[in-house]
Nanobody, 116 residues
Framework: QVQLVGSGGGLVQPGGSLRLSCAASGFTFSNYAMSWYRQAPGNERELVVVITSTGGITKYADSVEGRFTISRDNAKNTVYLQMNSLKPEDTAVYYC?????????WGQGTLVTVSS
């Protein structure tokens, strides 16, 4: 079964950190570029960061540059998002995405809430 399972979300205070994980199964993970998106209440889904299949190139949204770090472990079929210095405006459901050509796979989303 092709799937992406996200985990690691939760409630954190401003300035805190979280690490999200997204585990892939049912497809050749190492072929796919991986991305994290997020969607805050009332907003459209936005791209947070992209990492290529080999981990060589990444692209961060301006709002997270310098605070978030994406990485991947192709041996574990997992992509990570380390989020530091979290702000209330980072509150959203975070989705992982796998893309290879025209093939696209979405995870179920994990909620991150930044609040005191």
């Amino acid at each position: 079964q092709v799937q992406l399972v996200g985990s690691g979300g939760g409630l954190v205070q401003p300035g805190g950190s979280l690490r999200l994980s997204c585990a892939a199964s049912g497809f050749t993970f190492s072929n796919y570029a991986m991305s994290w998106y997020r969607q805050a209440p009332g907003n459209e889904r936005e791209l947070v960061v992209v990492i290529t299949s080999t981990g060589g190139i990444t692209k961060y949204a301006d709002s997270v540059e310098g605070r978030f770090t994406i990485s991947r472990d192709n041996a574990k079929n997992t992509v990570y998002l380390q989020m530091n210095s979290l702000k209330p405006e980072d509150t959203a459901v975070y989705y992982c995405n796998a893309r290879w050509g025209s093939v696209e796979i979405w995870g179920q989303g994990t909620l991150v809430t930044v609040s005191s």
